[in-house]
């Protein structure tokens, strides 16, 4: 089973900053199988990325995402009010299995 | 667009079957490459695929809930339904489904979750 290990659990900064989620899994998953989620208290998640590096219709091109292999990297560049939530990556494995990592809290400095 | 909408008890006996179903609206839940899942997520915890079915009837478990899950689809009434056996306390949890994306781009196949329903609260108790 691949493991998918997010870091840091918990990121805080400020609006305009940049953010980097880190998403590193136990084993080398295919980057068309990598996605990332975004969820807001009380909400469900939302696709953000997908293929590693793809856009999902409708997200600010502020966010981008990279990698491959075992290492995953989602970047945020200009924080808005709004991107203050959890993050999550997500892999689709054999069997298959689907994964997601922990999740990455990212909180208003 | 494609919306999801779950639906079920909210309360449900120790030892006994957790039901959910899964409306889609906006679309055939009969069309297109897609899986239909199941994910859940005990408060204040990430996130746990339960499984998925496609509208052939083909379905995947995760195998740590393998042997108490059965997932369904009812293509006439455009919906996909869970059954958790023999719950306990630790099946407490928010209940999503999601429309599951296989995509095939230039020779890859991409593999996604782009439709969530709003999610539906289970809790297991006496």
């Known amino acids: 089973e691949i493991v998918l290990t997010q870091s840091p659990g918990t990121l805080s900064l400020s609006p305009g900053e940049r953010a980097t989620l880190s998403c590193r899994a136990s084993?080398?998953?295919?980057?068309?199988?990598l996605a990332w989620y975004q969820q807001k208290p009380g909400q469900a998640p939302r696709l953000l990325i997908y293929?590693?590096?793809s856009r999902a219709t409708g997200i600010p091109d502020r966010f981008s995402g990279s990698g491959s292999g075992t290492d995953f990297t989602l970047t945020i560049s200009r924080l808005e009010p709004e991107d203050f939530a959890v993050y999550y990556c997500?892999?689709?494995?054999?069997?298959?299995?689907?994964?997601f990592g922990q999740g990455t809290r990212l909180e208003i400095k | 667009q494609v919306q999801l909408q779950e639906s079920g008890p909210g309360l449900v006996k120790p030892s006994q079957t957790l039901s959910l179903t899964c409306t889609v609206s906006?679309?055939?839940?009969?069309?297109?490459?897609?899986?239909w899942s199941w994910i859940r997520q005990p408060a204040g915890k990430g996130l746990e695929w339960i499984g998925r079915?496609?509208?052939?009837?083909?379905?995947n478990y995760n195998p740590s809930l393998k042997s108490r899950v059965t997932i369904s689809v009812d293509t006439s009434k455009n919906q996909f339904s869970l059954k958790l056996s023999s719950v306990t306390a630790a099946d407490t949890a928010v209940y999503y489904c999601?429309?599951?994306?296989?995509?095939?781009?230039?020779?890859?196949?991409?593999?996604?979750?782009?439709?969530w329903g709003k999610g539906t609260t289970v809790t297991v108790s006496s």
């Open positions: 906006g679309g055939s839940i009969s069309s297109g490459s897609y899986y």
């Open positions: 079915i496609y509208t052939s009837g083909s379905t």
């Open positions: 997500q892999q689709y494995g054999s069997s298959p299995k689907i994964t």
């Open positions: 293929g590693a590096s």
């Open positions: 999601a429309r599951d994306v296989v995509a095939t781009i230039r020779n890859y196949y991409y593999y996604y979750m782009d439709v």
């Open positions: 084993q080398s998953v295919s980057s068309s199988y």
